[in-house]
C-alpha cells in the first residue's frame, strides 16, 4: 500500500524533476499498461491521494445550473431525462437549465472554475463540473458529489504525473466504496483495455460556507481519450463512441446522420470510419449464420469480445453493455481496425444494479445467456457455434484464475487497510455500511440500511438525496460472501449443475 501526504506527494515531484529517485513514488499495483509511461505512478489499485477542491461561492452555483445529461434517451429533447430519471428513482422534477454558468459539453453541466490541490500541489483556474446521473441525484450529502477535473481545459500541458484530467466517483451506489476499482482492476487483469483508477481522501472548501469539509473516499477514474487510446491501441485517430440505452448495437440505416444522437460519438467522424461501422451493424441484422461467422474474425477481435462480455456477466454487471445497453465505449481504429469495446462506469458490478433485486438475486444470475433481450450482437455472437465454445473457455478461465474469492478476499483487504480510515471520518452511515459489507463486524440489516444513504451529519443544510421507488432493492449482503456464492454458482452453470436467471435491467 502506498499512501500519499502533501509533503510526501511534492518530494516525489521534486525527485522526478532532478531525476534522482524515478521509482520514488511508482504504484504497488499497475495493470493494464502497454508500456512505462509517467502517469503509471499516479494511478494503482492502493493509491490514496490527498485532494482539495476550492470553489468560490458564486461557480458552486454555477454547477448545478445545467440542470443534467439530456443526451441519449429520445433524441436529447429537454425534460425525457427528467422524466426518465423520476420514473426509475423518484423524487421531484429537476428544475430546467437557467443558462448560467459556463459552458457545457456534451454531458450537460456546465464547467467553473475551481482550485485544485493534489498531495500538496496547487493548480488554481483548473475547469470542474459534476458528472453522472444517478450518482449525482443520490449524493448522500449536498457536497459529495461527482466531479470532472480538467488541469488542460484552458491551459495547454498542465498535467500533475503526467495526467490531464480524472474523474471523482463518489461511491453513491456502493457501501463497500471498492466495488468500482476492483471491478477495472479485474478487466485490466485479464488483459483488456479499461480506464486505471486510484483512490482521493476528497475536502471541499467553499468560501463563507465551508471549510476544508470532508467529504470521504472517492473512485478516481482514468477518461477514456486521447491518451488512453493512444496507449491501448497505438493511435487515438478512429472512431470513438459511447452509445447510450441501447442493446447491441442496432442498425439506423445507411446516413450516418441518423446515428449521433444514440451512439455519441466524441470527436471528428471520418466518412470511411462511420461507412465501415455501418457495414458492420447492417451485417449484424441481415448476414447469415455462416457469413456472419467469417465475418467475426475481421470485423472484432472474438477473444477480446467473449472475455469482455464474459466478466461482465460473472460480475452480474447489468448497468452495463449487456444489461441496460450503456456504460461503455466503442473504438474502431482506422483503415481495417477492429472494433473494441471498453469498460466504463462499473460502480454497479459484483450485483449492485439497485432495480435488479437483491444482489443475492443477482449473485445467481445466467452466465451462458448473459444479456438481457434483446442484444443482437451478443446473440448472434453465442449463436455461432465456434464463438460459443471460445466463450465457454473465456468463462472457464476466469472462474479458475482472475474470479478466484481467495484472490479476491486478498485485494479487498488491501484495498480496506487503507480507505477504512477515509470511509469512518467521512459519516456514522458511510462508517456503518463498510462495517456491514467490508468488515462484516456488523450484521447486514442493523441499524440504518434505508437507500439511498443520507448522511444526516449534514442536517444543518436542506438536502435529501432522490428516493428510490419500491422496486428497488439495495441489500449489505457482504462482499466477500457475494464473490463466493457467484463464483459457485457460475462454476455449477458451466459444469451443468445450476440454471441461472436472466438479469432484470431496467429497460
Not at 37 to 47: A, H, K, M, V
Not at 98 to 105: I, K, L, Q, R, S
Not at 335 to 350: K, M, V
Not at 447 to 462: A, I, K, V
Request: aromatic letters at 10%; proline letters at 8%; glycine letters at 8%.
Amino acid at each position: 500500500m502506498i499512501r500519499f501526504s502533501p509533503a510526501a506527494g511534492l518530494a516525489c515531484l521534486l525527485a522526478w524533476a532532478i531525476l534522482l529517485l524515478p521509482h520514488a513514488c511508482r504504484a504497488a499495483d499497475i495493470a493494464g499498461i502497454q508500456g512505462p509511461d509517467e502517469s503509471s505512478r499516479f494511478f494503482g489499485l492502493t493509491n490514496l491521494w490527498d485532494i482539495h477542491l476550492t470553489v468560490e461561492p458564486r461557480d458552486w452555483e454555477s454547477l448545478h445550473a445545467g440542470g443534467g445529461p439530456r443526451r441519449g434517451m429520445g433524441g436529447g429533447r429537454p425534460g425525457v431525462m427528467d422524466g426518465l430519471m423520476r420514473g426509475i428513482f423518484g423524487g421531484q422534477r429537476r428544475r430546467p437549465a437557467t443558462g448560467e454558468g459556463g459552458a457545457t459539453d456534451d454531458s450537460g453541466y456546465p464547467w467553473a472554475s475551481a482550485r485544485v490541490e493534489i498531495a500538496g500541489t496547487a493548480f488554481t483556474n483548473v475547469s470542474l463540473r459534476f458528472k453522472g446521473v444517478s450518482s449525482m441525484v443520490r449524493a448522500p450529502n449536498p457536497f459529495k458529489r461527482p466531479f470532472r477535473i480538467d488541469l488542460e481545459r484552458g491551459a495547454t500541458n498542465r498535467r500533475f504525473m503526467g495526467v490531464p484530467e480524472f474523474t471523482l466517483n463518489n461511491n453513491v451506489n456502493d457501501a463497500t466504496q471498492m466495488r468500482e476499482a476492483l471491478a477495472y482492476d479485474l478487466f485490466r487483469r485479464v488483459g483488456l483495455p479499461a480506464p486505471r483508477t486510484a483512490f482521493a481522501r476528497v475536502h471541499l472548501t467553499i468560501p463563507g460556507r465551508l471549510q476544508r469539509q470532508h467529504l470521504g473516499l472517492y473512485t478516481l477514474v482514468e477518461p477514456v481519450g486521447r491518451a488512453f487510446l493512444q496507449r491501448h491501441f497505438h493511435t487515438s485517430k478512429g472512431l470513438l463512441l459511447k452509445p447510450d440505452m441501447m442493446r447491441g448495437l442496432p442498425y439506423l440505416g445507411d446516413d450516418w446522420e441518423a446515428y449521433p444522437d444514440r451512439y455519441q460519438p466524441k470527436g471528428k467522424v471520418e466518412p470511411a470510419d462511420a461507412g465501415r461501422f455501418i457495414d458492420f451493424v447492417h451485417a449484424l441484422r441481415v448476414a447469415s449464420p455462416d457469413d456472419l461467422a467469417a465475418e467475426w474474425p475481421r470485423r472484432i477481435d472474438p477473444t477480446a469480445f467473449a472475455r469482455f462480455v464474459a466478466l461482465n456477466a460473472v460480475l452480474a454487471n447489468v448497468d452495463s453493455f449487456i444489461g441496460n445497453g450503456h456504460n461503455y465505449y466503442l473504438f474502431q481504429p482506422p483503415g481495417d481496425g477492429r472494433l473494441a469495446f471498453i469498460p466504463w462506469d462499473l460502480n454497479e458490478a459484483f450485483g449492485m444494479h439497485p432495480v435488479s433485486g437483491p444482489s443475492a438475486d443477482q449473485m445467481v444470475t445466467s452466465v451462458l445467456r448473459p444479456n438481457a433481450d434483446p442484444n443482437n450482437l451478443v446473440e448472434r455472437f453465442l449463436a455461432t457455434p465456434s464463438m460459443n465454445r471460445l466463450y465457454r473457455s473465456e468463462l472457464a478461465a476466469l472462474l479458475s484464475d482472475a474470479f478466484n474469492p481467495a484472490r479476491l478476499a486478498a485485494d479487498i483487504d488491501r484495498v480496506a487497510a487503507f480507505t477504512q480510515p477515509v470511509v469512518f471520518a467521512e459519516s456514522r452511515r458511510a462508517r456503518e455500511d463498510f462495517e456491514r459489507t467490508v468488515l462484516q463486524t456488523r450484521p447486514p440489516e442493523s441499524g440504518d440500511t434505508s437507500q439511498p444513504r443520507h448522511d444526516r451529519e449534514f442536517l444543518r443544510e436542506d438536502y435529501e438525496p432522490w428516493g428510490f421507488p419500491d422496486a428497488v432493492y439495495i441489500d449489505n449482503m457482504p462482499l466477500k460472501e457475494w464473490i463466493k456464492g457467484r463464483a459457485r454458482h457460475a462454476q455449477d452453470q458451466l459444469d451443468g449443475k445450476a440454471v441461472g436467471t436472466r438479469p432484470r435491467p431496467r429497460l
